[in-house]
């Protein structure tokens, strides 16, 4: 069965990075697109970054571009994100999950987010 | 802020039916990218409850429901039960913010 292990949270500095990692297994890594999402202490859910299966697009919401960086390891299966200058606001639960493609007329922009991790909590404190 | 609006709560007795609704705009659900609507419970992870608008992956009652009409899409829940009590947020495409969105979050209470 698909299972998203998320690892790599904790307490960091404002200013530092870190690195979150999510462990695939029970499907076929490099076939799929993933995403990160995060839910911050009290808030929604909100959408990070995204990598296609081939790594070669990458997107990220406004409020981390230039901060985070999304890669994968395909011969590990593993997801990655590169976190670094840290702000009080990037606190929250990050979570992996992985596209389900479906036939559908809204495109590959439109595909639900069937599978997810378990998160991993980022705190950012002094 | 989202650029897709969820009503902050909603509650319902045990039975009796709710209907979480979710606002889009012409760059994301009115420009007929899928809605998507996930449960989630606290310290748990996000499940997939609708996709495409309507479609109930397996497993999941179909006391769920999903519509969409315009820029706009709506979450039924009839029959309300205990374990519906969650937080549900509805998702889809944004194509001038060139990325995923999710509603604000809609909590279910069940009186």
């Known amino acids: 069965q698909v299972q998203l292990v998320d690892s790599g949270g904790g307490v960091v500095q404002p200013g530092k990075s870190l690195r979150l990692s999510c462990e695939a297994s029970?499907?076929?890594?490099?076939?799929?697109?993933l995403h990160w999402v995060r839910q911050a202490p009290g808030k929604g859910l909100e959408w990070v970054a995204f990598i296609s299966y081939d790594g070669t697009n990458k997107y990220y919401a406004d409020s981390v571009k230039g901060r985070f960086t999304i890669s994968r390891d395909d011969s590990k299966s593993t997801l990655y994100l590169q976190i670094s200058s840290l702000r009080d606001e990037d606190s929250a639960v990050y979570y992996c999950?992985?596209?389900?493609?479906?036939?559908?007329?809204?495109?590959?922009?439109?595909?639900?987010?069937?599978?997810w991790g378990q998160g991993t909590p980022v705190t950012v404190s002094s | 802020q989202s650029v897709v609006t969820q009503p902050p709560s909603v509650s319902g007795a045990p039975g009796q039916w709710v209907s979480i609704s979710c606002i889009g705009s012409r760059s994301n659900i009115g420009a007929g990218y899928d809605v998507h609507w996930y449960q989630h419970l606290p310290g748990t992870a996000p499940k997939l409850l609708i996709y495409?608008?309507?479609v109930r992956p397996s497993g999941v009652p179909d006391r769920f429901s999903g519509s969409k009409s315009g820029a706009s899409a709506s979450l039924a829940i009839t029959g309300l039960q205990a374990e519906d009590e969650a937080d549900y947020y509805c998702?889809?495409?944004?194509?001038?913010?060139?990325?995923?969105?999710f509603g604000g979050g809609t909590k279910l209470t069940v009186l």
């Open positions: 029970g499907f076929i890594f490099s076939d799929y697109a």
């Open positions: 998702q889809s495409y944004d194509n001038s913010l060139s990325g995923w969105v």
């Open positions: 495409a608008d309507t």
């Open positions: 999950t992985r596209e389900v493609p479906l036939p559908t007329p809204g495109g590959d922009k439109s595909y639900p987010l069937g599978y």
